[in-house]
């Protein structure tokens, strides 16, 4: 959680940041990110990857599934299941949390539901 | 057994499954409406082309992906890939330990669906061709996420009828959360 700047922890909900602590000392955890809704990276341990703007082409492709479902709100939870990785992007309140973990490596951190 | 009785079979004896359209990467094979179905016919082109969007765009972070699940206020969504086709399942909305007995049920299904696929001529139409709708999707702005403010009624001089019942407010709500 070093790199993530005070700022932008002060965002985030009492379990959302206990959530995220566990998700960044999560040993099984390759990388995690932080961004807006629009895209902008906020913060994590994923700097310079190119994971920030594939997830936030993700974060579109899903609002146009939540357009044909007729959903009003935006996706609580993506989790792809890869050959080599899992990734999971989350919405949280004010922000979007992108986790790439070990293949089969179970999620610790619950941020979306806990609030 | 045919690809759509495949489908319903899907349907029937998978917990929590409302539609389910199978694509190949040359075009919809089948797709199970019906008594499960809540999948405007029009969409699912356009649905099919961004399941494929997504799984090419993921492609370098996860190695290929094998499944792709959504979670959405009041419905869930599982892509499956199988080889050159995708199965998208609409389903209840699911919680995380449910999805995962859901793809444990759906993967019994894989080897026959892969079967009927090899079996079959190719479709005639490539899913880009389908439809040119844009992929893009208005991206959810915050206030969409902030209680909306009741409308103000058109006129203050409309005559209000006795008889007639105050229309119920509908129930919104935000992770469980009434607002």
Not at chain 1, 45 to 60: F, K, M, R
Not at chain 1, 64 to 76: T, V, Y
Not at chain 2, 47 to 66: H, P, Q, R
Not at chain 2, 68 to 83: D, G, H, K, T, V
Request: with cysteine.
């Amino acid at each position: 959680m070093d790199n993530i700047q005070g700022d932008v922890v002060a965002m985030l909900t009492e379990a959302e940041r206990k959530g995220l602590a566990e998700i960044a000392a999560d040993p099984r955890v390759e990388s995690y990110a932080l961004f807006t809704r629009y895209g902008e990276e906020l913060g994590g341990n994923a700097a310079e990857s190119d994971l920030v703007p594939v997830c936030s082409n993700l974060i579109d492709i899903a609002a146009s599934f939540a357009d044909h479902l007729g959903e009003e709100m935006q996706c609580r939870e993506m989790a792809i299941e890869g050959e080599e990785r899992d990734v999971t992007i989350l919405g949280l309140k004010a922000m979007n949390v992108v986790v790439v973990r070990e293949k089969g490596a179970r999620a610790r951190g619950r941020l979306s539901h806990v609030d | 057994m045919s690809i759509e009785a495949t489908l319903e079979k899907i349907a029937t004896k998978v917990d929590g499954v409302l539609a389910a359209v199978l694509v190949h990467e040359g075009g919809v094979v089948a797709h199970l409406d019906g008594p499960y179905s809540v999948l405007p016919q029009d969409d699912i082109a356009d649905l099919a082309i961004s399941a494929f969007a997504m799984i090419d765009e993921v492609e370098t972070v996860t190695g290929g992906a094998k499944s792709i699940a959504f979670e959405f206020e009041n419905q869930s969504l599982l892509i499956r890939r199988i080889e050159q086709a995708v199965l998208l399942l609409i389903l209840e909305p699911l919680r995380e330990a449910q999805m995962r007995k859901l793809k444990v049920g759906v993967n019994v299904f894989l080897k026959p669906i892969k079967t009927l696929l090899e079996d079959m001529p190719p479709p005639e139409r490539a899913v880009s061709d389908m439809r040119a709708k844009t992929l893009r999707a208005k991206r959810f702005e915050p206030e969409d996420l902030l209680p909306r403010e009741p409308e103000e009624p058109l006129s203050l001089e409309q005559p209000v009828r006795a008889e007639e019942k105050p229309e119920k407010k509908k129930k919104r709500f935000y992770r469980g959360i009434e607002y």
